[in-house]
């Protein structure tokens, strides 16, 4: 049977969400709680593939198990094997053909911004010290929005097929701590949302003179700005269709 979750987790420790042969996963760590509390080799898909030190709040999964399980009991021992920096719920059956990756209709990202030093955030924030025009980076953020061809904001080694993808939503915000930046699309390329918003910090900060229209339309990852740094992007949701 196929069940799905939700993942929660502090991608610090991590060297991303998909198994390699150097590093510790997120995707490796659920594979071996799964096996030990199902006594069958599991194999853990998700929708997304976070990079080392980003978080998740809402990651989608799946998993093929032999046999029906007892869904209260298994996410329970799941979450007690789990270190405490990953958790899982609404563990449920789904359809056989249902697909972490290729059933979501949507993705949401946040990444969170503050201007001064924050001990207690520091892994959760990028720290933008020094003046920031947040009226130009307002002003660029309904550049993004609709369909476009995204190369500019795609690093090397994505190995995506197409670089278009649609963004249906994009805004930023205000917070106790700081700023967050929110943008929702149907799909993201290989550190697309870090470096949008590096280019935006950028052209805030004066260092970066054209327009994000302008970049996006260039296609060129050399005019576009630095990659955030990783601690302060959270996938924040997967969208799926009868799934809350």
């Known amino acids: 049977m196929r069940y799905f979750f939700r993942v929660e ?9 998909q198994c390699q042969s150097h590093t510790v996963s997120v995707q490796e760590t659920l594979n071996k709680a799964l096996s030990v509390v199902t006594r069958q080799r599991c194999m853990v898909h998700g929708a997304g593939r976070t990079d080392a030190g980003v978080h998740a709040r809402a990651q989608g999964a799946h998993v093929d198990v032999e046999g029906a ?3 209260g009991k298994c996410e329970l021992s799941v979450n007690a094997v789990l270190p405490r920096d990953i958790g899982i ?6 359809a056989a053909d249902f697909h972490a990756r290729y059933s979501a209709r949507l993705r949401r990202y946040r990444y969170y911004l503050c201007d001064r030093k924050r001990p207690l955030l520091y892994k959760r924030v990028w720290m933008t010290f020094g003046d ?3 009226a130009a980076v307002n002003e660029n953020i309904p ?13 090397s080694g994505s190995g995506a097929k ?18 967050v930046f929110m943008i ?27 327009s994000l229209s302008e970049i996006i339309l260039s296609g060129d990852r050399a ?3 630095e990659t955030a740094p990783a601690c302060g992007l959270v996938l924040d949701n997967v969208e799926y269709d009868g799934i809350d």
């Open 9 to 17: 987790y502090d991608g610090t420790n991590y060297g991303g969400w």
């Open 162 to 179: 197409t670089t278009i993808c649609t963004i249906k939503r994009a805004e930023l915000s205000d917070t106790d701590d700081g700023r």
């Open 143 to 155: 550049h993004l929005l609709g369909r476009h061809e995204f190369g500019a904001f795609c690093s």
């Open 69 to 71: 399980l007892d869904i």
């Open 223 to 225: 005019k576009a700005g």
């Open 89 to 94: 719920y609404r563990l449920q059956p789904v």
């Open 132 to 134: 920031i025009d947040w």
């Open 184 to 210: 929702e699309a149907d799909r993201f390329l290989y550190k697309m949302v870090r470096t949008t918003v590096g280019t935006l910090i950028g052209i805030g900060r004066g260092k970066i003179t054209r």
